[in-house]
Protein backbone atom coordinates (compact mmCIF):
# COMPACT_ATOMS: atom_id res chain seq x y z
CA UNK A 1 0.00 0.00 0.00
CA UNK A 2 1.19 3.68 -0.56
CA UNK A 3 0.22 7.19 0.05
CA UNK A 4 0.00 9.59 -1.99
CA UNK A 5 -0.14 13.33 -1.25
CA UNK A 6 -1.11 16.43 -3.05
CA UNK A 7 -1.88 19.77 -2.83
CA UNK A 8 1.48 21.70 -1.89
CA UNK A 9 2.02 24.70 -3.87
CA UNK A 10 3.40 28.31 -3.58
CA UNK A 11 1.28 31.14 -2.05
CA UNK A 12 1.10 33.96 -0.14
CA UNK A 13 0.98 34.88 3.37
CA UNK A 14 -2.51 34.85 4.62
CA UNK A 15 -3.75 32.25 1.83
CA UNK A 16 -4.89 28.99 2.08
CA UNK A 17 -3.93 25.50 0.87
CA UNK A 18 -5.46 21.92 1.33
CA UNK A 19 -3.64 18.95 1.09
CA UNK A 20 -4.86 15.48 0.04
CA UNK A 21 -3.57 11.97 1.02
CA UNK A 22 -4.85 8.96 -0.10
CA UNK A 23 -4.22 5.30 -0.30
CA UNK A 24 -3.46 3.23 -2.93
CA UNK A 25 -5.88 0.33 -1.40
CA UNK A 26 -7.80 0.33 1.82
CA UNK A 27 -5.81 0.07 5.28
CA UNK A 28 -8.32 -1.34 7.56
CA UNK A 29 -7.43 -0.67 11.05
CA UNK A 30 -6.23 2.42 10.77
CA UNK A 31 -5.29 3.89 14.35
CA UNK A 32 -4.43 7.25 13.77
CA UNK A 33 -3.88 9.31 10.78
CA UNK A 34 -1.69 12.58 10.82
CA UNK A 35 0.30 15.04 9.13
CA UNK A 36 4.06 15.79 9.75
CA UNK A 37 6.04 18.58 8.45
CA UNK A 38 9.84 19.20 7.36
CA UNK A 39 11.19 22.64 7.28
CA UNK A 40 14.03 23.07 5.73
CA UNK A 41 16.84 22.76 8.03
CA UNK A 42 14.78 21.34 10.55
CA UNK A 43 13.39 18.12 11.71
CA UNK A 44 10.00 16.53 10.89
CA UNK A 45 7.42 17.77 13.28
CA UNK A 46 3.58 16.63 13.77
CA UNK A 47 1.41 18.94 12.58
CA UNK A 48 -2.25 17.53 12.81
CA UNK A 49 -3.37 13.71 14.01
CA UNK A 50 -6.86 11.98 14.19
CA UNK A 51 -7.04 8.88 15.71
CA UNK A 52 -10.42 6.26 14.99
CA UNK A 53 -11.94 7.74 17.06
CA UNK A 54 -11.91 11.39 15.62
CA UNK A 55 -10.08 12.85 18.20
CA UNK A 56 -7.38 15.63 16.96
CA UNK A 57 -4.75 17.17 18.16
CA UNK A 58 -2.52 20.22 16.79
CA UNK A 59 0.73 21.53 17.54
CA UNK A 60 0.35 24.88 19.39
CA UNK A 61 1.28 27.19 16.11
CA UNK A 62 -0.68 25.68 13.74
CA UNK A 63 -3.95 25.74 15.96
CA UNK A 64 -7.13 27.57 14.76
CA UNK A 65 -5.99 27.73 11.22
CA UNK A 66 -5.43 24.43 10.76
CA UNK A 67 -8.06 21.60 10.47
CA UNK A 68 -6.97 17.77 9.52
CA UNK A 69 -9.95 15.38 8.94
CA UNK A 70 -10.51 12.17 6.94
CA UNK A 71 -12.53 9.64 4.74
CA UNK A 72 -12.02 6.48 7.04
CA UNK A 73 -13.27 4.24 3.82
CA UNK A 74 -11.06 5.82 1.18
CA UNK A 75 -8.13 5.72 4.11
CA UNK A 76 -7.86 9.42 2.86
CA UNK A 77 -6.58 11.98 4.85
CA UNK A 78 -6.79 15.57 4.33
CA UNK A 79 -5.49 19.23 5.82
CA UNK A 80 -7.18 22.34 5.53
CA UNK A 81 -4.81 25.41 5.88
CA UNK A 82 -5.94 28.72 6.21
CA UNK A 83 -4.29 31.84 7.31
CA UNK A 84 -0.54 30.49 6.43
CA UNK A 85 2.48 32.19 7.69
CA UNK A 86 5.99 31.99 5.81
CA UNK A 87 6.58 29.61 8.80
CA UNK A 88 4.66 27.28 7.41
CA UNK A 89 6.88 26.41 4.74
CA UNK A 90 8.12 23.05 4.25
CA UNK A 91 7.53 19.22 3.28
CA UNK A 92 4.67 18.01 4.48
CA UNK A 93 4.13 14.48 4.78
CA UNK A 94 0.92 12.17 5.83
CA UNK A 95 1.64 9.21 7.90
CA UNK A 96 -1.59 6.29 8.50
CA UNK A 97 -0.72 4.29 11.84
CA UNK A 98 -1.96 0.51 12.00
CA UNK A 99 -0.99 -1.37 15.14
CA UNK A 100 2.83 -1.00 14.96
CA UNK A 101 2.83 -0.26 11.51
CA UNK A 102 3.45 3.41 9.79
CA UNK A 103 2.87 4.15 6.27
CA UNK A 104 4.33 7.50 4.80
CA UNK A 105 3.51 9.62 1.66
CA UNK A 106 6.20 10.91 -0.62
CA UNK A 107 5.71 14.57 0.71
CA UNK A 108 4.32 17.37 -0.46
CA UNK A 109 5.96 20.87 -0.47
CA UNK A 110 4.49 23.83 0.90
CA UNK A 111 5.93 27.08 0.25
CA UNK A 112 4.76 30.59 1.99
CA UNK A 113 5.76 33.82 0.64
CA UNK A 114 5.81 36.66 2.57
Known amino acids: VQLQASGGGLVQAGGSLRLSCAAS????????MAWYRQAPGGQREMVAR???????YYTGSVQGRFTISREVAKTTVYLQMSNLKPEDTGIYYCNVVRGTVHYWGQGTQVTVSS
Open 25 to 32: ARIGGVKV
Open 50 to 56: ITAGGDT
